[in-house]
């Protein structure tokens, strides 16, 4: 399990640096809108995490991803919470490297900073609820085993990355403000970015865990409604039986034919 969470801490470290900075530089690329290349570069920095990772642990690089599958018995108890700690010294190790050689947040503030800028607490958690959710029912019925085999695993890591950057700009396109960076989606990053900058991120932190962790209970209860793989494979079954035994009595049939014919 220890290797498995310390591949989740360095995936998670990669992840957060390359989301963070792919943040800043669409912001300082002097792009009239440089919100439509934040999910283009968000594909291009998680898509080769989740090829790379998802076979080692499930990729799940997010304590969302971690607490879903947790709630859905996926993984143990102790191993969601060693994931948990895991990203978050990922996510601390990344901003880490970001601060000494950046300076800047790229994300994770709901108020530019403490500028007066941004956004309310009311609307980053509706927009981390909302967003979250859109992300898990995307991800998580794909992220099936059977599912897995069907679609293969570069399309499922794809579809998975393509989910987050179109949540990401979604959120940063629906509020247009300045000094909102869009939601965080994740909050083992959020928290590294308030532990290493510190300030005002602090006010409004619970935005970025109560938002996401409201979503997975509503998606796990959501889920409970979907129809299970389980019997949609035992009817498909029964379907190719009974399509078995049509063709044995038709052939039968036939041959009585073949033979009253002689």
């Not at 503030?109 to 979250?132: P, R």
């Not at 059977?146 to 987050?164: D, F, K, M």
């Not at 006010?203 to 997975?216: I, L, Q, R, S, Y």
Request: with cysteine.
């Amino acid at each position: 399990m220890w290797r498995a969470a310390v591949t989740e801490m360095v995936a998670t470290a990669c992840l957060v640096f390359g989301l963070t900075t792919t943040i800043i530089s669409c912001f300082e690329s002097g792009q009239t809108d440089p919100k439509l290349l934040v999910p283009v570069f968000i594909f291009i920095s998680g898509f080769p995490l989740l090829v790379a990772t998802v076979p080692l642990t499930g990729g799940h690089m997010n304590p969302v991803f971690t607490f879903a599958a947790a709630l859905k018995g996926a993984v143990s108890a102790v191993r969601a919470i060693s994931y948990v700690v895991a990203q978050c010294l990922g996510g601390l190790i990344a901003f880490a490297v970001v601060r000494a050689t950046m300076y800047q947040l790229g994300g994770c503030a709901i108020d530019g900073g403490g500028g007066g800028a941004g956004v309310g607490a009311g609307t980053a958690l509706a927009l981390e609820f909302s967003c979250t959710f859109m992300l898990l029912y995307v991800a998580m019925p794909i992220f099936e085993e059977r599912r897995r085999r069907e679609l293969g695993l570069p399309t499922v890591c794809a579809v998975v990355a393509v989910a987050y950057g179109l949540v990401v700009y979604v959120s940063m396109t629906v509020t247009g403000r300045a000094g909102y960076g869009g939601v965080g989606l994740h909050p083992a990053r959020c928290w590294a970015a308030a532990m290493v900058f510190k300030g005002s991120l602090w006010g409004a932190h619970w935005v970025f865990w109560v938002g996401p962790f409201m979503a997975c209970v509503m998606y796990h209860v959501f889920s409970l409604a979907l129809p299970r793989e389980e019997l949609e494979k035992g009817s498909d079954e029964r379907e190719e039986d009974r399509n078995c035994d049509l063709d044995k009595f038709g052939g039968d049939v036939a041959k009585e034919f073949e033979i009253s014919d002689f």
